[in-house]
């Protein structure tokens, strides 16, 4: 079996991929366990990311401020 390459999955969950080939990935999510599994995993990292957004992003000024000191 031909697995699409992490750079095509990635793709895939950004939605950036042309309309067939994205059909052709999900079809290929629905057959192989272990893709399923890879990109089940993306895709909770992503909504990981997703829900802490603003908690990662530094406060405009938080770097001048730590510099003055």
Request: a neutral charge.
């Amino acid at each position: 079996m031909n697995h699409p390459t992490p750079e095509t999955w990635m793709e895939y969950l950004y939605r950036e991929l042309p309309a067939r080939q994205h059909k052709d990935c999900a079809r290929h999510l629905e057959d192989c366990a272990e893709c399923r599994a890879q990109v089940d995993a993306w895709r909770s990292t992503q909504a990981l990311l997703d829900t802490d957004r603003g908690t990662l992003a530094p406060r405009a000024g938080a770097f001048r401020q730590s510099r003055l000191i």
